[in-house]
């Protein structure tokens, strides 16, 4: 099987079910921001922390499921779809990872160490693949449970970008005002 077909280079590509859309459209915009989250991801693996490394290859995988999901105008039921327990799993590791972090008391600046800076990066990352499926949500039935699985993501990055860091050894940052 060849890597190339030709079927984009006018600018359009197929959804799941083989329905053309343009490369523009806010759908494949969801999609692309999701698939250039997970390459993201996979930048920062391995921290060094085999529990994140686990958690983070996890995520990996529950992004291409939020990929698949999106790309699916009208998903069957045994199509891959974001699951209210992809996103208890989610909460589950951030309630686990919080355990040994300090309260927050205010806003911390995004820095740290080379991996716990990736972690922050990928949240806001996140951040725009939650605002892109919010978009095109407002045109298209898209499964609310993928938006709030986006939505817990960049809650879960951000927790175990602070856990990295105490692990480094990096002092958290406060912005000065």
Known sequence: MKIYTGRGDDGMTDLRDMSRVSKTSPRIEAYGTVDELNALIGTVRPTGHDDVDEILEGVQNHLHVVQADFANPDPDEDDPRVREAHVDEIEDWIDAF???????????????????????????????AERRAVEF??????????????????????????????????REENPTY
């Open 98 to 128: 919080e355990e040994e972090l300090d309260p927050l008391e205010s806003f911390i600046l995004p820095t740290g160490s080379e991996k716990g800076s990736r972690l922050h990066h990928a949240r806001t990352v996140c951040r725009r």
């Open 137 to 170: 949500a407002a045109g298209d039935p898209v499964n609310a449970e993928a938006i709030q699985y986006l939505n817990r993501l960049s809650d879960g990055l951000f927790t175990w970008a602070r856990v990295v860091n105490k692990r480094d050894g990096v």
